[in-house]
C-alpha cells in the first residue's frame, strides 16, 4: 500500500470520499473542492464495482459466522485443564473399570489362555483405563481446543477487517487500511476504500464486535486475501490438533504398555524384576506428564483461546460436572 494523501475539503479541512466527479461536495459545508489531477487516474480504477462487492460480502459472511451453540458449548465442557479432567473423568472411569473388573477378566482369561479370572494380571487393567481415558477425556478435549482456537481466530479476523470508527463523531467510518472517509452504499456490508481500495467491513455482529479486542493487522486489501490468511490459520490450527492427538496417544499407549509391564508376575505370583522396574518407571512417567501438563498449561494459549466463546464461562463448570455425573449414574447402572 502506497501512502495517499486524503483529499481534505479546502474550506472546513474536513476528510473527503473520492468521488467520481472533477469536484467534491462537502458532505459537512457544502463547498466543492476541486480533485487535483494526480487523483484522476485514482478515480477511474476505484469505481464502485457492485459485483466485486457482492463477492467481498459473500466471504465477509462465511468469516463472520459463528460456530454453533452446539459446538461451543461443547468447547466450553471439553476445553478443560488436563487436570480437571483426570478428576472429572479418571475417577468414574477407574470406578467402572474396577466394579467391572471381574467380569472383564473373566472374558479375558480364556483369550490369554489362562486357567482363570483371578490369573489376569492386574496391569491389563489399568491399561484398559487409560484407553478408556484417552477415548472419553483426552480425545475429545483436544477437539474442544481446536474449536476454541478456531473461533477466537475468526473473531479476531473479522474484529481486523472492521472500518474504523469516524474521524468525527456521526461522520463517515474510516478505511481500516489508510484512515480514508468511506462512502457506504446503503444495505451493504462491505465499503472499498476510494483512495486504497482496501475492503473494510462495515456492518459485523455485535457479539464478534464487543468480545474481541481490535489489533491492527495486515490482513491484505480484499475480503479474499482475508479468507485466504483463514485458511492458512485453520492449518496451522488442524496441525497442532494432530500434534496435540498424537502426543496423547503416545504417553496413553506409554503408560499402558508400563502398567501391562509393571504386572508381569512369575508362576507363584511374584513380581518379576522387570515388572518392578517397569512399575516404578511408568509410575515416575504418569507423575512427569502431570508435572508436565501442569507447566505447559500455565503457559499455553488457555486464557486467550477461549475468549472467542460466546458462552458464559460458567457453563464450563456446570457441565462438565453434569457430564461427570452422567457418567457416575451411568457406572453405577452398569456396575450394579
Ligand atoms: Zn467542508
Ligand atoms: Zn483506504
Redesign the pocket.
Known sequence: MTEIEILR?H??N?PLVLGDGSTIK?P??A?ETPVPETYRELQRARHDEPALRAQAETELRRLARPPSVIVQVLARCLDLPMMAFVMLFGIPVTLFAVLEADKANRWLAPRLHLASSNDVPFGYMVAIICFLMLVIAFVPRAFGVYANRRATARSKLVAALMARPPETPGGPSTCRGCGAPLEVVPDATVATCSYCGVESAVVVDAAVAATVERVVRNLGKTMGDAAEIDRAERRRTLHMLVRELGRYTFRTVLLGIGFALGSQETADKKSTPLAIVALVATVLLFIFFMLGSGSASAKDDAETRRAGNDIPSWVGIVGPIVMAWLMFKIVAAVAF
Open positions: 475539503c474550506a472546513c474536513m462537502c459537512g459545508c463547498a
